[in-house]
């Protein structure tokens, strides 16, 4: 009973503390994890298939497939009393994914259209072949960096709870390249990006522990905002004739801004852990950190012409982890 109230105690409060921040010494943790990114699939082409009697537009939206990848975090801490100070790190890169499109009016449309960026192309026969593709490196990478203090508050024989404090450096990247056109005509090279560099806030947070022998469940409730400058990037590149090696570009519109952001992060991680031995411990666990207000690359969405507004969203990054602990 004793043991489920401070499970029940630690899940409500969303904390945890682990072992090793209770013992005198050190301790190096690695957590290799498959994460699943969330809320940053962006609408970046809209189908248009037009009849002309009677006047009917429907619209079909393609979104960028933001691919499942490996992620990884590790950190090292040192414990001594009711003190523990530490270092914790975290990476994950991946890719946009989209379907490449290749369509044309035909006996059942009149038009077929393809919106993007500030464009439009149209085909009004079978003739006239429209086709949308991603280019190389379309990416998104994240890392961060806490360097933190943890002091303990409240204990017994089976749980504790300590107060986190320190600082977080954190870095986020995003590219989005492709192009739409009409074969062997004419065509739009779109080229977009938002590149944050090395931005840095404070981080308080929450830690505690359950356990009972060998196991234990543990994890984190942490909350940072990272401040620092992006600089958005957007160019819209015409050409004539096929899209290959050197294209004949016969215009280009830029778009360049810089801004200062500071950009919440909410994170929680729980974990169930078990000593193998003294001075290992594995476990596994999940994993879910939101990055609030993060602003897409200009050129992405569908807009009204010469519209270049910026656009924010949240970025949810899901992990499952496993975890090997050794103390020393």
Known sequence: MK????????????????????????????????????GHDQHVLTIHERTLAPVVDRKTAVTLDTRN?????????????????????????????????????????????????????????????????????????????????IRELAQSDESRMGLVFGVRF????????????????????????????RMTGPLVGWEGSARIGRFSIDGVLAQSVVLGE?????????????????PVFVSEETFRTPERVAIPITELRLRAVVSLISRLAIGAGISGSAWWDVGVPPGVLPVPAGDQLLHENTLVFFGLMALVEVRF
């Open 230 to 246: 992006t600089v958005y990037d957007g160019a819209g590149r015409e050409f004539t004739g096929p899209f290959g090696e050197t």
């Open 3 to 38: 043991l489920f109230t401070s499970i029940l105690l630690a899940s409500s409060l969303g904390l945890t503390l682990p072992a090793a921040a209770r013992q005198t010494g050190w301790s190096v943790r690695l957590e290799p994890m498959y994460v699943r990114p969330y």
């Open 170 to 197: 954190a870095d986020f990247d995003n590219d989005y390249r492709a192009v739409v056109g009409i074969e062997d005509t004419e065509g739009l090279r779109i080229d977009a990006s938002s590149n944050y560099g």
């Open 69 to 149: 990848g490996k992620g990884y975090r590790g950190g090292v801490r040192y414990s001594r009393g009711r003190w523990a100070f530490g270092l914790d790190a975290f990476s994950f890169v991946t890719s946009h994914e989209a379907a490449p499109l290749s369509l044309a009016a035909d006996g059942g449309t009149d038009e077929v259209a393809l919106e993007a960026a500030d464009r439009t192309f149209v085909s009004t026969g079978a003739g006239e072949v429209l086709y949308y593709r991603l280019l190389e490196d379309n990416d998104i990478a994240v890392w961060t960096v806490d360097l933190y203090a």
